[in-house]
């Protein structure tokens, strides 16, 4: 189904296709199980996506995005939204960019206010 | 515009460090004593070579020893990078917060260099110093004509147009025209003078097209992530050609962006000049 972001990518989601690291060398073959540990490793070694059954990185963004109070998601929305006023939204890396953006802006109002 | 355009000087410390790599008689000690001989800039690029920049194992004391694990160009980049921010005084506050518009250099220079790291490319600290000077021309516009600027700035808020745009309708040549004329003054590389001419317009790029997409991106990146203010307001849009030729993919994002973050905190703080921050 395509690639899925490693932020996205939840325990217990299957590999469709086995992970590489940069240099070519397999770290998980396809069809297994992720753990948590999985995705530790992954991130040591710089894997940024996956491919995983079943699921589209769109998906995987909004089943990730929906663990989120959407109140604060709107306010982030409505925060960053202004900003891309004058870039074309059909383009993936526009809509990738501004929702990694929507994400980013809620992170960081938690931590400025102190509420993990 | 009114007035002639005195050009600032390149420092004198980065044209000697510059001649010296350039020279095949010198030697890697020869190169380092020229940067001992300027005591900040050494205290500088020993916090930058001991950052999240290169992560070495262990730490690196001398600048004879950076030279040999960093190699002399990218010392030489980042000598320029560091050396270029106190060139610029006295341009109006209320135009150009200066502290913010390095912040935003910084940023794209930063997300310019993570880039071209996740691409393997040697040498990346020429991205970095690249993302540094993108937007200097504006600095030009601000202390060669303060009220066009802020009449652009004005004109800017009050329509939601962008800066760059309304630049080249007013004046016909933007900021990044100008970046050319003053790096091709400075004899700096061709490379650079390209990236900086053609950032907002990566496909008319010739020689160096992956780098002017580069820092293209680098820039939207740093807008969107809202990393300092180079006056503009909006994130600049996205050319596609340059998305395809620097071989990114929405993917690639996520962890680039969490790298610019993490390089960008370290970045601010020994960028910073002496007596501030």
């Known amino acids: 189904m395509g690639k899925v972001n490693l932020d996205d990518i939840k325990p217990g989601m299957k590999l469709e296709k086995d992970v590489q690291e940069r240099s070519g060398r397999v770290l998980l073959r396809a069809g297994t199980e992720i753990t948590e540990r999985h995705l530790n490793i992954f991130r040591t070694w710089g894997v940024a996506e996956a491919d995983i059954e079943s699921m589209s990185r769109e998906e995987a963004a909004a089943q990730a995005a929906r663990d989120l109070d959407p109140e604060v998601l709107k306010a982030a929305e409505e925060f960053v939204s202004p900003l891309f006023e004058h870039t074309d939204a059909n383009h993936d890396a526009v809509r990738e960019l501004k929702r990694l953006c929507v994400l980013r802006h809620v992170r960081m109002n ?3 206010t102190g509420v993990v | 515009m009114r007035g002639t355009l005195e050009i600032p000087s390149l420092p004198m410390i980065f044209t000697r ?4 790599v350039n020279n095949p008689r010198s030697s890697l000690a ?3 004593r020229i940067i001992s001989e300027d005591s900040s800039l050494t205290a500088r690029l020993l916090k930058i070579v001991n950052s999240a920049f290169y992560s070495f194992p262990s730490k690196i004391e001398t600048i004879s020893r950076a030279v040999t694990v960093v190699g002399t160009q990218q010392l030489r980049d980042l000598a320029l990078a560091t050396s270029v921010m106190k ?4 341009i109006p506050p209320d135009l150009i917060n200066m502290e913010a518009f390095w912040k935003h250099s910084i940023a794209c220079g930063v997300a310019a260099r993570v880039l071209a790291a996740h691409k393997r490319k040697a040498n990346i600290e020429r991205f970095f110093v690249a993302g540094i000077l993108h937007d200097i021309g504006r600095l030009i516009l601000c202390m060669k004509d303060p009220n066009w600027m802020r009449s652009a700035l004005g004109r800017c808020h009050a329509s ?3 800066l760059y745009k309304i630049e080249n309708e007013e004046l016909g040549f933007d900021h990044a025209s100008l970046g050319r004329v003053l790096l091709e003054n400075w004899k700096l590389p061709a490379s650079l003078v ?3 001419a ?6 008319a790029a010739a020689r160096f097209p992956v780098e002017a997409a580069d820092v293209h991106i680098a820039d939207i990146i740093a807008h969107a992530m809202q990393l300092g203010s180079s006056g503009e307001r909006f994130v600049p849009p996205l050319s596609p050609l340059a998305w395809e030729r620097a071989g990114m993919s929405p993917g690639k994002l996520p962890a680039a962006m969490e790298q610019i973050d993490q390089q960008y905190r370290e970045a601010v703080e020994w960028m910073a000049p002496e007596g501030s921050a």
């Open chain 1, 110 to 112: 938690k931590r400025n």
């Open chain 2, 160 to 162: 939601g147009e962008l």
């Open chain 2, 198 to 203: 053609y950032h907002h317009n990566p496909e």
């Open chain 2, 194 to 196: 390209e990236t900086v």
């Open chain 2, 30 to 32: 020869d190169i380092g």
């Open chain 2, 87 to 90: 060139l610029f005084q006295g």
């Open chain 2, 17 to 20: 460090i510059d001649e010296a």
